[in-house]
């Protein structure tokens, strides 16, 4: 907890100002501020005068005062951070400077001043020494370039308040400080060689006598509208009107008066001015290199224009070139901003701020500046209004301009893209998209990465490090083989076999997607069968509509290799868009005995199209969609036990060596879609996929029914045994050491015909979006699984030579018809209530060969839901929502098992300002009965086709929180920060006990296993038109291994990790990005799970380079 | 057409709504909170109260029903509870064989001892009894591998004493000659280092028993110089040597066994049928009863696969029957007594002590159940598959040599057995079958 109280101390540091006679705003020299316009101008005109130029309300409250505050706030953090011991560091430095005049001049001799003398001597000394410093630094701020950069933010104020003395860049302050540290400790440093051992500390370090008495003398006035003149004095002493003078918005009058108190140093500089009659009309700098009043902009600007005339030209190309590009610099394709004269700078913000006019133009003239977001500082994250299908994600053939491709589009964050046409803020339920700018950034191949670091919510248990095996839940839904999602390509059921055998051995490649969405409250029952987890619908290309073709390669760490290239186009109505992938890396674990242990996966995509004239009424679109896809992965259940962890955390056992999961898989894909109209649309699908993997993979050893529980204790006994022949350090000698090797051939078929109706009327007040739905699916597996044995034998496994064991030889079968409607009904604009209901007819036929049986059972399901939302103010709405949960069980089941039902609960607000995209959502999931299914994936030792166990009544609750605030500086820069947070709780209501591995012995009130209680994540990204470089933090909480309460026991505790990811990108040329990519940068070695057998690692630092050509 | 957008007139009311969702979704939150475990206030299993005993506490267990004078009253099997069943076994069956464990162990200690000293023919043969009678003993009590002296692997709390003293089938012959060759034998880590096949009563039958000078290692172990180096009488030696130490570890280990088990000590039999004790590992009474199932269910996994069924080919392990190589006490030959141990152990634990008058067992909750039938073709089909073990002369290795079909029978009168646990005795008393491993989804 240090950090946090760090930094409340240092947010209350500037507090403390007011009470530190160091600093000017110390309360006792208010009254000296107060009283002398009283004392030179007289009671009435002084009070006047205070009145209008100190205590007006508008002063205090318009956006340059809030500004000047909170950078005051900024900086005390930043000075927090950087604890920078300035009191110590100039004692030491002063001390250091006496005892080297000490060392070259020798010891002086006895001094015959008194105390006091030199006391009053050295106050002045001082005080004039810090006032020339402080003037020949003020001086150089202005007459220094890349200085200028910084000083403006203290210049471009438009409203002076005595806080404005603290509106100045960090960089700037550090000088100051600086300064002051030199001035002092070469002037004390004198005084201490001269009159040593005379000198006091109070004396020397505290309080400056002269000083105090000039900022108790109306130093505060300075920053203020208080027009206040010494008359001749000011040859003399500057006058808060001469420093007025000096903010002056005129450019040719900032570089006069440049001094603290005293006149000389100007007068001798040729920068005095005496102030005449009338104050200036404004205050303020034109052409700043960053937006008034926006804190960020003022941290950002100076640096980004420092940096791009600082470093010589050539080494900024260098520097490009090689893609280290932490230093930003502005965009060739912006004018330069600054030197150029300031009418160039077409920069929509230039026309935003208000001066003060002052005062001729009375407190009318400061004008409130908050509608004055300035249009093109961010992309809004409302999604652009779309008639055609197209979808709203940018693709880059969609963009003539390749080179504008992604980064300049939209970094929309959440809509969701089902309502293309309505703004955020009126979403009913919570629906995030992953869009294509933020896939493209990133060039994730992992889903586990991609949704683990945008989304929240979402919870993903690591398996083999590249995310070739899913584990994805959604609100505290187990994410063992994401099979309580309903996972969907374009809208169309992906799994396997969704009904039947839905865990997700199936992924596509994410390279050549182009977003994600996720749906997880009433949303998603337009989305069944899996109501309750909730939705993850992944879009592929669109056929673009001219010639456009992407190559993309990669290369990097353990053999990483990416090709990936599409073609498309669009003639005379006829669209085609062929589209293939290849991944490949020999994988980062590393097999005793030596072998890969990576994967390669192809996926290819054919499209073709047919659409009549779009800007008729009537608009047909016949679509037809192919593909194949193939992986090749030598992967394993089996882990490590935690000793071994620890010492190798990427090794594998040889045992694992024969381990190798083949499938392919083939889509095709019929779709006709008719629109009239804005108002009307009607879409029927027709879908066959054909899926069918094989898995040789260790399974267990003879003599150990479950290799988790070896791997969680494998020192003694014959434990000890066991785990030797499995690492290969023992030889199997007995039957009960033989490797049984499963073989588990499966093939699936899902297929069937889905059509939605939509009707979006308007009128008057009232908006509405009904889609009618329905679906007739077929899906099925058989599964032919086998065990073969072999021996360890050193260290290679030999065929035992006993004969190969059936072990599974099964099917299952799923017939289901579903409809659905839903109808999103907006009044004024702004209150949006969306009812649903959905309705599944499920059919299940199970045979079993080897036991010979045969099952068959019907579910029907109905899930309604209702969501709301109300867009209380033009940025901020509220949404609350309310859904039944479903999840069907898979055949074989007796009617015993019942299907899994919930009622879900959502609420949350949502928040679209400026560039900043917020929402907090709060979730209940109250189930009836959470089922657990018996694979060897979750840990289980005996399924025997899909065993469910039942575990009764659970309630998962918990809040999500996404923020995220994008902007764009002059000259191109674009910022991004951005937040997430997932808070879960969990309980089981009532005791019971599961042979479900996971679960146990559940008593009630325990929590669910592999539900992290906290979940948190950020993104920074910063960047211009070219080049990009962020960075992707994310925060996994501790989670079970095994349902419990209270403290995890260290043998169920996957403890919390950290991961960073990096990434980096550049335009060379117009057509070609070169973007590289880090994960886990900080090479942290974490666990991810104790399943399927053992330790799992999550992949280590990994880095990729690749280069994406937009041919055409 | 005005620049500045119209305000909706409606929008100064909607700022009401947000608190009120605020509150909504803090109060949600809240009583979700505060749906926890407000009735189960510290997750201990005391809560639990279908546990017996739970006015005494945890921790003070007592004998069930007031021991004093109830034992009549059970007897015969009326009113058993499964509580008694878990007491009956634990107190009558698993404390007393430990106890007695314990004291041939030390027996064994002693003759080994001897034999270490002296190397004598004599001392040997007696070493060679010694090791015959604490086998047998410890034979029964591999059906009764509950708590300590389960493996960690599969039993509910078990620490896997068992493996310490006996870990076949896990043997490996060349360990224990590689220790003899090496003498790691005399390291003061030795028990830690080693694996569990280098000692316990197999290593110590290797030791004891074998009479070859040869070593058992594969060529690419590389033995072959440092043992021709050692010479006959070094070897013997050694081996007596080794073999002390081991006898010697047996015997720390059976005492630490029967301390476990002992009432004045451990008193794990209080724990297994008191499961609301403190340290008890089991959560309940049917995960006791399952727990004590899956500690005779030896009989089928080992005794009738394990033992006969791979070497005979009829279980998957031997790719080329029959493989002698693969059976039980291959230098003793004791491999009959051995079984025939295993199903007397078997019967003290279905009649839950050797005193019909006073034990309270499997066989009696089943007659109170009105399921005699299956308690008498359980322990009739036990007294059959005894007798089957006592048909043979020879060793079983020789029996199985001679004939492949030889034991064949024996096989199945041991399946006899099997077949009833499996079937009638699990269905009636509602126990779950321990599971075997493979067949699995993943």
Redesign the interface.
């Known amino acids: 907890m240090d950090w946090l109280i760090d930094i409340v101390a240092a947010l209350s540091q500037p507090l403390r100002a007011f009470f530190d006679p160091e600093e000017r705003v110390f309360w006792m020299y208010l009254p000296g501020a107060l009283a002398l316009p009283l004392v030179m101008l007289g009671v009435g005109r002084g009070f006047a005068e205070l009145r209008q130029g100190l205590l007006r309300r508008e002063l205090w409250t318009h956006p340059s005062t809030r500004a000047d505050v909170t950078l005051v706030f900024a900086k005390a953090i930043v000075a927090a951070v950087l604890r920078v011991p300035w009191l110590a560091a100039t004692a030491s430095a002063a001390l250091a400077v006496g005892l080297t005049l000490h060392d070259w001049l020798g010891p002086t001799g006895p001094t015959t001043w008194s105390p006091g003398a030199i006391t009053i001597v050295y106050g002045v000394v001082l005080f004039v020494g810090w006032d020339l410093s402080r003037f020949l630094v003020h001086f150089a701020m202005h007459r220094v370039r890349w200085l200028w950069s910084f000083h403006q933010v203290h210049h471009s104020a438009h409203v002076l308040t005595p806080l404005t003395l603290y509106r100045s860049h960090p960089v700037e302050t550090v000088i100051y400080d600086l300064r002051g540290l030199v001035s002092t400790a070469a002037i004390t440093g004198v005084f201490l060689y001269l009159f040593p051992g005379q000198l006091r500390a109070l004396e020397i370090l505290g309080i400056n006598a002269v000083g105090f008495v000039f900022n108790a003398a109306g130093a505060n006035l300075r920053h203020s509208h208080v027009w206040l003149r010494f008359g001749v004095v000011e040859r003399w002493l500057l006058s808060p009107a001469q420093h007025q003078i000096h903010h002056a918005r005129e450019a040719e009058l900032h570089g006069h008066n440049l001094g603290v108190w005293l006149s000389l140093w100007d007068r001798l500089a040729g920068t005095w001015a005496p102030a005449g009659k009338h104050p200036p009309r404004s205050f303020g700098v034109d052409g700043a290199n960053h937006r008034h009043d926006d804190v960020s902009s003022m941290l950002i600007g100076p640096l980004v224009e420092v940096f791009g005339r600082v470093l010589p030209r050539r080494r900024r190309a260098a520097l490009t070139a090689i893609g280290v590009l932490l230093w930003p610099r502005p965009s060739v394709a912006v004018a330069p901003p600054v030197t150029t004269a300031p009418a160039s700078r077409n920069a929509p913000s230039e026309s935003v701020p208000e001066a003060v006019a002052w005062p001729e133009d009375g407190p009318a003239a400061v004008t409130d500046p908050a509608p004055s977001a300035p249009p093109t500082a961010v992309t809004s994250p409302t999604p652009p209004p779309s008639d055609a299908p197209a979808p709203d994600v940018p693709t880059p053939d969609a963009e003539p301009e390749a080179g504008e491709v992604d980064l300049e589009k939209s970094r929309t964050i959440v809509v969701n893209s089902m309502f293309d046409d309505t703004d955020v803020l009126r979403i009913a339920g919570s629906a995030h998209v992953v869009n294509e700018a933020e896939l493209t950034r990133r060039e994730y191949d992992d889903v586990h990465r991609i949704l683990a670091n945008n989304v929240p919510g979402v919870y993903v248990r690591g398996e083999d490090g590249f995310g070739l095996r899913p584990n994805i839940g959604l609100r505290g839904g187990n994410p063992d083989r994401s099979a309580k999602l309903n996972l969907m390509e374009d809208g169309i059921l992906m799994g396997p076999a969704p009904y039947s055998a839905p865990a997700a051995y199936y992924f596509p490649l994410a390279t050549r997607m182009v977003a994600l969405e996720v749906f997880k409250g009433p949303a998603s029952i337009k989305y069944g069968p899996n109501t309750i987890g909730g939705a993850i619908n992944l879009r592929t290309r669109e056929i673009p509509d001219t010639h456009t073709s992407v190559i993309d390669l990669a290369g990097g760490r353990f053999g990483y290799v990416k090709g990936h290239a599409f073609y498309g186009t669009t003639y005379k109505g006829f669209g085609v868009l062929i589209e293939a992938a290849r991944v490949q890396s020999t994988g980062f674990k590393e097999l005793d005995g030596g072998g890969d242990t990576g994967f390669a996966k192809n996926d290819a995509m054919l499209k073709l199209s047919y659409r009549t004239r779009q800007d008729a009424a009537l608009r047909h679109r016949i679509e037809a969609k192919v593909g194949f896809a193939t992986e090749d992965s030598d992967e394993t259940y089996l882990g490590l036990t935690r000793d071994d962890f620890e010492a190798t955390p990427y090794r594998r056992y040889t045992a694992s060596a024969q381990d190798n999961m083949r499938w392919w898989r083939s889509q095709a894909e019929l779709s006709y879609v008719l629109e009239q109209g804005d108002a009307i649309e009607f879409e029927v699908r027709a879908y066959r996929h054909d899926f069918q993997r094989t898995w040789r993979r260790l399974d267990s050893i003879r003599g150990v029914s479950s290799l988790s529980a070896l791997l969680a204790n494998p020192d003694s006994g014959q434990a000890a045994v066991f785990a030797s022949v499995l690492r290969g350090d023992s030889d199997s000698l007995q039957p009960q050491q033989a490797l049984l090797v499963a073989n588990n051939n499966r093939t699936f078929v899902s297929e069937g015909v889905q059509s939605t109706f939509h009707w979006r009327p308007r009128r008057g007040i009232v908006e509405q979006d009904l889609e009618i739905g329905a679906r007739v699916h077929h899906d099925g597996v058989i599964r032919h699984h086998t065990d073969e044995a072999f021996l360890m034998t050193s260290g290679v496994m030999v065929p035992e030579g006993t004969p190969i064991e059936d072990t599974a030889r099964n099917r299952g079968e799923a017939v289901a018809g579903s409809v659905h409607i839903h109808d999103a009904i907006t009044l004024w604009k702004s209150l949006t209530i969306a009812p649903g209901v959905r309705l599944e007819l499920i059919s299940l036929r199970s045979t079993d060969a080897l036991a010979d049986e045969r099952t068959r059972r019907f579910d029907p399901a109905v899930t309604p839901g209702i969501g709301a939302s109300v867009k209380a103010t033009p940025w901020l709405a509220a949404f609350a929502g309310l859904h039944r949960g479903f999840s069907p069980v898979s055949p074989g089941q007796p009617d015993a098992v019942k299907a899994e039902y919930s009622l879900n609960y959502e609420a949350g607000l949502r928040a679209v300002h400026r560039g900043l995209f917020a929402e907090a959502v709060g979730f209940v999931s109250d189930y009836d009965n959470l089922n657990g299914v018996c694979t060897s994936s979750s840990g289980c030792i005996e399924g025997d086709g899909a065993d469910l166990f039942t575990a009764g009544a659970v309630l998962v609750w918990g809040v999500e929180m996404l923020a995220r605030w994008q902007h764009r500086f002059e000259g191109g820069l674009r910022l991004e920060l951005g937040g997430r947070y997932t808070y879960t709780g969990s309980q089981f209501r009532s005791d019971f006990q599961s042979g479900f591995p996971q679960w146990g012995d559940v008593r009630k009130g325990f929590a669910l296993p592999y539900v992290p209680e906290h979940l948190a994540g950020g993104t920074v990204a910063i960047g211009g038109r070219i080049w990009e470089v962020s960075a992707a933090p994310s925060y996994n909480g501790a989670m079970r291994d095994v349902a419990g309460r209270g403290d995890i026991p260290a043998a169920e505790r996957i403890d919390g990790f950290f991961v960073l990811d990096l990434s980096a990108e550049i335009r060379v040329l117009r057509k070609f990005r070169i973007y590289g990519q880090v994960t886990n940068a900080t090479n942290a070695a974490y666990i991810t799970a104790f399943r399927p057998f053992g330790i799992r690692p999550g992949a280590p630092l990994t880095f990729m380079l690749g280069l994406k050509a937009y041919v055409l | 057409m005005t620049a500045r957008p119209k305000l ?1 007139p ?2 100064a009311l ?2 009401w ?2 608190p009120l ?2 509150a ?2 803090g109060a ?2 809240w009583a ?2 505060d ?3 407000d ?2 206030s510290n ?1 201990d ?1 005391d ?2 109260d279908d546990g017996p005993d739970d006015a005494d506490g945890p921790g003070s267990v007592t004998e069930p029903d007031d021991a004093s004078g109830r034992d009549d009253a059970t007897a015969g099997g009326s009113d058993v509870s499964r509580r008694d069943v878990l007491w009956s076994i634990g107190t009558r069956v698993i404390a007393p064989a430990t106890a007695e464990f314990a004291t041939q162990a030390t027996a064994l200690d002693a003759a080994v001892q001897l034999y270490a000293t002296r190397g004598s023919e004599d001392s040997r043969a007696a070493a060679r009894d010694a090791w015959r009678e604490a086998a047998r003993d410890w034979q029964q009590l591999e059906v009764m591998q509950v708590g300590p002296a389960a ?4 039993g509910i709390g078990g ?2 004493l ?3 003293i006996y ?1 076949w ?4 012959s060349c360990s224990i000659d590689r220790v003899v060759a090496g003498e790691d034998y005399l390291a003061d880590d030795f028990f830690v280092t080693e ?3 280098s000692y316990g009563l197999d290593a110590l039958e290797y030791l004891l028993f074998n009479e070859s000078t040869a070593h058992t290692c594969p060529a ?1 172990v590389q033995l072959d110089g440092p043992w021709a180096a050692l010479g006959t009488d070094e070897l013997a030696r050694r081996r007596a040597a080794y073999a002390g130490v081991v006898a010697g570890g047996i015997a720390a280990r059976a005492g630490e066994l029967a301390e476990r088990w002992a009432s004045d000590g451990g008193n794990f039999g209080a724990l297994l049928a008191d499961q609301g004790a403190i340290d008890s590992p089991y ?2 009474e ?2 006791a009863m399952d727990e004590v199932f899956r500690a005779i269910f030896y009989i089928a996994k080992i005794t009738k696969d ?1 033992k006969l069924g ?1 070497p005979i080919g009829i279980v ?5 029957p029959p ?1 002698i190589g ?1 059976m039980e006490t291959p230098f003793s030959g004791d491999a009959a007594t051995a079984m025939r141990a295993n199903l007397e152990g078997l019967a003290l634990m279905v009649k839950g002590g050797p005193d019909a008058a006073t034990a309270d067992g499997f066989d009696d909750l089943l007659r109170q159940m009105g399921e005699d039938q299956i308690a008498d073709d359980l322990l009739a089909a036990i007294d059959v598959a005894i007798a089957a073990t006592e048909a043979y002369d020879t060793p079983l290795q020789a029996e199985l040599a001679a004939d492949p079909e030889a034991l064949d029978d024996l096989y199945a009168a041991i399946k006899g057995v099997t077949d009833i646990l499996k079937g009638p005795f699990v269905m009636a008393l509602m126990l779950t079958v ?9």
């Not at chain 2, 493996?151 to 599969?154: D, Q, W």
């Not at chain 2, 998957?316 to 080329?320: D, E, I, L, V, Y």
């Not at chain 2, 321990?434 to 993943?442: R, V």
């Open positions: 909706n409606t929008a909607r700022p709504l947000l969702c605020l909504s979704v949600w939150g979700c909170q749906d926890g475990p009735d189960s997750g299993r809560d639990d493996s960690s692997l599969v620490e896997d068992r493996d310490a870990s089938p896990t043997t490996d694996l569990v096949w690419q959560a309940n049917a995960e394990a791979i998957a392990g031997c790719s080329a493989c693969l321990p599971a075997d491993g493979g067949g699995d989804l993943d």
